[in-house]
């Protein structure tokens, strides 16, 4: 019976446990999508999340394994000291208080498949934690990003909130109109402004398209504002041009180090711009480079979560509904996978590689996502038209390793990108059986068994059972025929061809002469050197099973 009791002392915390009650002192709640992303992938797995990634975690809950199992609504559940089928309790308990998540640690696939099956039915989220974690590190990860935490208004975001109160925290020490833009002139935050009136030309168009409108962007490299904003911090004044319909107006570059992030825009109203309207903008432009940097990192926290979520349900790990809820996907649609085998190259042009197949990819698929492992690149495609016929797919895998190929070798190297096609999946949750077979198929190309650049599996069926039928006979020299092997070892001591050219005898069903072509030998050489063989190693080619041990054993590699 598998072993699933709270003996185990690392499994024990070395402070007291005691579930909290309620919201902690300093606690925030925060989401658990953000939870995830603060704690990271190699602290916790998502197993599951049958109510999705915006439920509000509010409170940690450390639940001794001696202790009745409880909870409270909003917490995350630790369970401590408690494996397998012995976490059920707490994930009942959890689910019935409404708790965020249970966190667990789970040793081996068949827990995994019980509790994720149970947590998903329960309708309770369920994270593993990694072995080499300890509880109290967890405790402390978890209390860190609830304590970040802060409430917002509904639909805005944190970075949007921070910057639309800087924009007008600024104009009213400014006494102008301020918008914040990113390199890009794009608007970030804007202030409000009651008298629209005050607001020049440039200020309307930029707030109505979103972006400053390109004549006047033209005149203001023209005068050289760009250059000198990227050369330092110094606010840069811009006179008023009434032929233009531009106001005077204040902008500074907002910086973190040497790289500019974006800029502060101040335009005069009605009134005169304060006394020191340089100074505030000063100080808004460093409050604005920690907020657009937080900003940043956010970003990058949420596509670190996404790839470790993708990562997880290519591998089976990860249920393939948490993915869906996280990015809205409908995860009762056929779904697929391309597999690709990148050839050796550097970190960087292969980082450059997985971008580019990511642009292709979303190209053709608006739903494409794109992982990598090791050498092979997969791109799941999601929410699939039903009735999708193979030829598109492999058409689009064909486009991918082509402009993949071009990437890494162009012309005239010859290194090309082996793509396959996985499975096409009724669902999801069929995912990571699609990127087996896209594995199944890339392993045979890398054989040699398979001459096709791109394929399906309906293509190659026939090489790919082969060359998995020979790693099960290269794995397990018991079964093979030691007279096959003496033959290689004659031809390797005496540099000899008799091996292959037995082997290209059979390929040719007996065929002397098509088999003599094949290697560029006479018939007779082809003749003597298939008797020498039978005659070395008392092989009797006459007898079919004979035939088709030598047939498999020479095709083994050396």
Not at 190 to 216: C, H
Not at 250 to 264: D, H, K, P, W
Not at 303 to 316: A, E
């Amino acid at each position: 019976m598998e072993h699933v009791g709270p003996d185990n002392p690392e499994d024990h915390h070395p402070f007291a446990l005691t579930p909290s009650g309620g919201l902690a002192a300093g606690l925030s709640g925060i989401t658990l999508r953000q939870l995830l992303m603060s704690l990271g992938e190699p602290v916790v797995e998502l197993q599951c999340a049958p109510s999705g990634l915006d439920v509000e975690t509010v409170d940690v809950a450390l639940l001794d394994p001696e202790d009745p199992p409880d909870a409270r609504a909003g917490e995350l559940v630790l369970a401590i000291g408690v494996r397998g089928r012995a976490a059920i309790p707490a994930l009942r308990a959890a689910a019935r208080a409404g708790a965020a998540a249970v966190a667990v640690r789970i040793d081996s696939a068949a827990q995994r498949e019980t509790l994720r099956d149970f947590a998903e039915q329960a309708g309770v989220a369920l994270l593993s934690v990694r072995r080499e974690v300890r509880w109290e590190h967890l405790d402390a990860l978890a209390r860190a990003a609830l304590g970040s935490g802060r409430t917002l208004p509904a639909g805005e975001t944190a970075e949007e909130g921070d910057l639309f109160a800087l924009a007008q925290t600024t104009a009213v020490l400014t006494g102008g109109i301020v918008s914040i833009e990113d390199t890009a002139n794009r608007i970030l935050a804007y202030s409000r402004s009651a008298d629209s009136d005050e607001i020049d030309d440039l200020r309307r168009l930029t707030i109505l398209g979103w972006q400053g409108p390109e004549p006047y962007l033209s005149k203001l490299r023209e005068w050289g504002v760009f250059q000198k904003l990227r050369a330092g911090d110094a606010v840069v004044a811009i006179d008023e041009h009434p032929e233009l319909g531009l106001r005077r107006r204040l902008v500074v570059a907002i910086r973190s180090g040497e790289r500019q992030l974006g800029t502060i825009w101040v335009q005069e109203g009605a009134t005169p711009l304060a006394e020191r309207a340089d100074q505030a903008l000063l100080g808004a432009a460093r409050v604005a480079a920690l907020q657009l940097m937080r900003r940043r990192r956010e970003v990058s926290s949420e596509l670190r979560l996404t790839q470790n979520l993708l990562s997880g349900v290519l591998q089976g790990t990860t249920a393939a509904q948490s993915l869906a809820v996280h990015l809205g996907l409908d995860a009762k649609r056929p779904a697929a996978v391309l597999g690709f085998a990148l050839p050796g190259s550097d970190e960087l042009h292969r980082e450059e590689t997985l971008s580019l197949m990511a642009v292709h990819a979303a190209a053709r698929h608006r739903s494409a996502l794109v992982a990598s492992a090791d050498d092979r690149v997969y791109v799941l495609l999601p929410e699939l038209p039903r009735g999708i016929a193979p030829a598109t797919l492999i058409g689009w895998a064909r486009e991918l390793a082509d402009a993949a190929t071009r990437h890494l070798a162009p012309p005239p190297a010859t290194s090309p990108v082996h793509g396959a096609v996985g499975s096409l999946a009724p669902g999801l949750p069929g995912t990571a059986a699609s990127r087996r077979e896209a594995d199944r198929i890339l392993d045979a190309m890398a054989s040699g068994l398979v001459d096709a650049e791109v394929a399906d599996l309906a293509q190659v069926q026939a090489q790919v059972l082969l060359a998995e039928t020979l790693s099960l006979l290269a794995a397990a020299p018991a079964v093979r025929d030691p007279r096959l092997g003496a033959l290689l070892a004659h031809d390797a001591e005496h540099g000899g061809q008799l091996a292959a050219s037995v082997l290209a005898w059979l390929d040719a069903f007996g065929d002397v002469r098509a088999a003599a072509s094949a290697l560029h030998i006479h018939p007779n050489t082809l003749r003597y050197r298939v008797r020498r063989a039978e005659q070395l190693t008392s092989l009797d080619l006459s007898r079919p099973e004979e035939r088709l041990l030598a047939m498999l054993q020479l095709r083994l590699p050396a």
